[in-house]
């Protein structure tokens, strides 16, 4: 493994190793470390990118013992500190000066130069890297190495040195090239205060707009004049925006805001990691939440990470991000927004069989859905206390196992403990999720290292507490899922130029799975607008149908000023759908593995408007969820079904709402949920205003759902929908119809082709009116004629 792959592989996991660490200055720490490790003691077989992920995780637990070093040291600081008033203190420290005047001439290129560029010039790595035309990592590299080769030639020359620069700790630092060299000194000591002066100055210059060069080819806009205009990026409605095409000069540029999911407010201060051929570029959002990709040559990125203090971060598996972005040159793409969602205080609770609280249970999450919140990036592990509870975070529908002796019990964060902020989880005779299934990804009969395979539960309905389990296969090939039960699962592999496999049911504890890899074939379009524009930042979902079931096979959210697309997928059809932030999604358009040139159109919709207050009278609710009651998918960061959240006053704009029947689900916390329907959609209108009234949760109450329907709930099969339960009381009970029934048509209209999405907004409607539901009971159809209630679930 030569220093430009490490580097290179390095570049791509600064990711990782900012989860790993508690700030950036301990995550440079981390890969400078991996990467002389990797230098010095290669590996033999093992992928670069898997063995240094371990090197990394190895180096992180050695964090204890640096603390305690650490520690000692700034005790020798305050020790040494009493010596500042010796009359021969300031001879000592320009005597040590000449001395590190010395050794940095006599330190080796290029090391040198990039030190003196750094500590003497008082320009940022960035600068050097653009400069000399390598890496940043290697400018990083180059950086510790020079200075540990300035720290040994010093050590050499007199070991006690570091004592006439121990009074240089405390002085006051401005900016100035004296600081700067003052900076150096402080990082050859080893003090504390070296982090302090290396993350305020790389984020003021991270801050501040760029300088234009000296000199710059004729045509090419200095990077100032590129920089977005915050306050135009500030005030695009979270999710509702239209992104915006143009021209500019230069390599190209991508530019957007990072939101708060739950407030809309913008993330000052978050880290986007963008990955590339050429390494790995980090960004942070100024004020308002604002970023800028403004790399220093075109090419394909694609969104590492994402992370900020008080949030959950988006992390998916290295390799495996779905957000891609395509940097073209002379032309910016703004206003794209991305999400993160706050880091929300949960209480769980841990109570037997009876309901009582249980003390010293052993509690641990499981998994996420879509494993974007990796285990090592959160806290992972709780202890109940003597009340029985634990305080964690977790994503949407993670699930979570406790454990006291042998009794265990599972839970799932769903949306009545957003609500809520409280979990439960009762223990018993529940059998252990001890299965594992093992096996191998191959591609003619070799194996396919980095392959993320995911194992979901089938009838996820059915049991909701069941966890998605992931896996990345190794050089060998082999995986190994685990924390199952003896259920089945359907697997499918992700890599990127691959097309995704798919194989059901295996059940959980399955040995020697074989998972048959090929390059598929490619469906190439385009996505744009009504006015045959390219829309320059969608997701793209592809489903396959199966029966009135639409798996859903690839999300993927892109960034391209062409608006173009190319997929990978086995033979077959496929259903595509593109959705855009302020338009209406595409329908559905069938396409077969090979096609090329395929069109999806978004539209510009309906936009509704409203206010949402608090039904007993106590005014307006801010913050409420408004989305649209639809299929979602896409990462997180940008879900393909992103909704709104109301202002301070209430009210609320939803756009890009699709013609045709429309229902929403509102959400606030400390309320009862609530899906308003009856309202019909069309290109272009303007719906509302809509008043939504939400019934606040009394002490200790559970959220049930107010809506109007049949009160049924469905599930997809191959066949078509299954009535899975019959609410008490509504209409679908009233008409006779029973849990096991299949539901063949709602209105004439064959559930096959609806699917589950659409024969749901066929069945919402308003209260007292009626809808015609066709059912095969007993091998024969049935039609039943039957009324819409309001419904509490």
Do not use: C
Request: glycine share 10%.
């Amino acid at each position: 493994m030569n220093a430009d792959t490490v580097l290179r592989e390095l570049e791509g996991m600064r990711a990782l190793a900012r989860a790993l660490a508690h700030d950036d200055a301990q995550a440079d720490d981390l890969l400078q470390d991996a990467a002389v490790t990797a230098l010095e003691h290669p590996p033999e077989e093992a992928p670069p990118r898997a063995w240094l992920a371990v090197v990394l995780r190895n180096r992180r637990r050695m964090d204890a013992r640096a603390a305690a070093r650490r520690a000692a040291r700034e005790h020798a600081v305050a020790v040494i500190a009493d010596d500042v008033e010796r009359p021969d203190a300031a001879l000592d420290r320009a005597r040590a000066f000449e001395r590190l005047a010395a050794a940095l001439v006599a330190l080796d290129e290029p090391f040198r130069t990039t030190v003196v560029r750094r500590y003497l010039d008082g320009q940022s790595a960035a600068q050097i890297a653009k400069d000399l035309r390598v890496p940043a990592g290697t400018v990083r590299w180059r950086l510790k190495t020079g200075l540990e080769r300035l720290r040994a030639a010093l050590d050499a020359s007199e070991p006690r040195w570091k004592r006439a620069f121990m009074p240089l700790a405390g002085a006051s630092l401005m900016k100035t090239k004296t600081s700067i060299l003052l900076a150096l000194v402080l990082l050859l000591i080893g003090s504390a205060v070296l982090f302090v002066v290396t993350r305020d100055d790389e984020a003021s210059q991270r801050a501040a707009p760029a300088v234009a060069p000296a000199k710059r080819e004729a045509g090419v806009t200095p990077p100032n004049k590129r920089h977005v205009d915050e306050t135009v990026e500030a005030k695009l409605p979270p999710g509702q925006g239209k992104v915006v095409l143009d021209d500019t000069s230069g390599p190209g540029l991508v530019t957007g805001r990072v939101i708060n999911w739950s407030t809309g407010d913008g993330v000052d201060g978050a880290d986007l990691t963008f990955t590339g051929d050429g390494g790995a570029t980090t960004v942070r959002s100024r004020a308002g939440g604002v970023f800028e990709l403004a790399p220093g040559a075109p090419g394909h990125f694609v969104l590492t990470t994402i992370s900020a203090p008080g949030f959950l971060p988006y992390a998916p598996e290295l390799l495996h991000s779905s957000v891609h972005v395509e940097v073209i040159e002379d032309r910016a793409v703004r206003g794209i927004t991305v999400f993160l969602f706050p880091a929300v205080d949960y209480t769980g609770k841990v109570v037997d069989d009876k309901g009582k609280p249980v003390a010293g249970a052993k509690v641990r999450l499981l998994g996420t859905p879509t494993g974007e919140q990796a285990i090592e990036k959160l806290e992972t592990e709780w202890t109940s206390d003597k009340d029985g509870k634990f305080v964690f975070h977790a994503a949407d529908d993670a699930v979570l196992e406790a454990v006291r002796g042998n009794q265990r019990g599972f839970a799932v964060l769903n949306g009545d403990v957003a609500i809520t902020k409280l979990l439960e989880i009762a223990i018993g005779n529940t059998p252990a999720r001890d299965r594992t299934i093992t096996g191998r990804v191959l591609e003619a009969g070799k194996p396919v290292a980095n392959v993320l395979v995911r194992a979901e539960p089938e009838e996820l309905g059915r049991q909701h507490t069941r966890s998605v389990s992931f896996a990345t296969t190794n050089a060998d090939g082999s995986f190994a899922l685990e924390d199952l039960d003896d259920g089945s699962y359907s697997l499918t592999t992700q890599a990127e130029g691959y097309a995704s496999t798919f194989l059901e049911p295996v059940l959980g504890g399955a040995r020697d799975v074989v998972l048959a890899l090929d390059r598929g074939q490619a469906i190439t379009g385009r996505v744009v607008n009504t006015g045959a524009d390219p829309v320059a930042a969608y997701t793209l979902l592809a489903f396959k149908r199966l029966g009135a079931r639409r798996a859903l096979v690839l999300a993927r959210s892109v960034v391209d000023a062409t608006g173009r697309f190319e997929i990978r997928v086995p033979p077959g059809e496929y259903d595509l759908q593109a959705s855009s932030s302020g338009w209406a999604p595409s329908e559905l358009v069938v396409a077969k593995a090979g096609d090329r040139e395929v069109e999806l159109t978004v539209s510009e919709g309906a936009t509704l408007r409203g206010q949402v207050l608090a039904a007993d009278g106590s005014g307006p609710i801010p913050y409420a969820r408004i989305m649209r009651e639809a299929r979602g998918g896409g990462a997180s960061a940008q879900p393909a079904n992103a909704g709104t959240v109301t202002r301070m006053d209430g009210t609320f704009e939803l756009a890009g709402i699709p013609p045709g029947p429309l229902s929403i689900t509102i959400g606030a916390g400390g309320f009862h949920p609530k899906i308003e329907a009856g309202i019909t959609a069309s290109d272009g209108a303007r719906l509302g205003p809509l008043t939504i009234n939400l019934i606040k949760l009394k002490p200790g109450e559970k959220p049930s759902l107010e809506l109007v329907g049949i009160g049924v709930k469905l599930i997809a099969g191959n066949e078509g929908l299954t009535v899975e339960m019959v609410i008490p009381d509504g209409g679908a009970a009233n008409a006779g119809i029973v849990a096991g029934d299949e539901v063949l048509a709602v209105d004439g209209l064959p559930t096959t082709e609806l699917g589950i999405d659409g024969a749901v907004a066929k069945i919402r409607g308003v209260e007292g009116t009626t809808v015609t539901v066709t059912l095969r009971r007993g091998g024969k159809p049935v039609q039943l004629v039957v009324t819409r209630k309001k419904l509490r679930a």
